[in-house]
């Protein structure tokens, strides 16, 4: 794999957030009081396209106990846009009937996010809140998704480790 390199056309307000650029895969661990723990694989791809924003999507599938991947779970895509004084926002959409708003800050190589509005359709399931934070970790994505969702306050539910993959 190619060095990670800052592209030429990134726009300037993305800087805070280059470290990002790229696909990034690994696995992780889920746990929430309503279902079983379980391990799954991930793949997140941050993209740009000289706007002021990054395109980002994640998908993630179920593993089993010897790693391999039993079926496909969460997707989610959206959009990662830096503003001034290290603050970020994000708009997320899921598959699954929801749609979130994020707001928080970028302090160096860590980024911290909290839902400001997660909307739902009908058939959704409930979820209320969230809590996201990444940070780049001896050259590894780390990040840990904590979430208030079917009568359970907020609270840890997903935890993982992805390595770069590919640079942009």
Not at 6 to 22: Q, S, Y
Not at 61 to 67: H, I, N, P, Q
């Amino acid at each position: 794999m190619a060095p990670f390199q800052i592209p030429a056309d990134l726009h300037p307000d993305c800087a805070p957030i280059a470290f990002l650029l790229g696909r990034w895969e690994g696995r992780g661990h889920g746990d929430y009081p309503t279902i079983e723990k379980f391990e799954y694989g991930q793949e997140i791809v941050f993209s740009q396209n000289g706007k002021p924003f990054f395109f980002y999507t994640s998908r993630t599938w179920l593993l089993d106990a010897e790693g391999t991947a039993v079926r496909p779970l969460a997707m989610e895509s959206g959009f990662w846009r830096p503003r001034p004084e290290n603050e970020l926002e994000v708009v997320l959409a899921h598959p699954t009937g929801f749609a979130e708003i994020w707001y928080g800050s970028i302090e160096g190589a860590k980024i911290e996010i909290d839902t400001d509005l997660v909307a739902r359709t009908k058939s959704a399931k409930e979820y209320t809140a969230g809590k996201r934070l990444y940070g780049l970790v001896d050259g590894a994505l780390m990040y840990a998704y904590d979430m208030a969702a079917v009568g359970q306050p907020l609270q840890p539910h997903l935890w993982a480790k992805l390595e770069r993959a590919d640079a942009p």
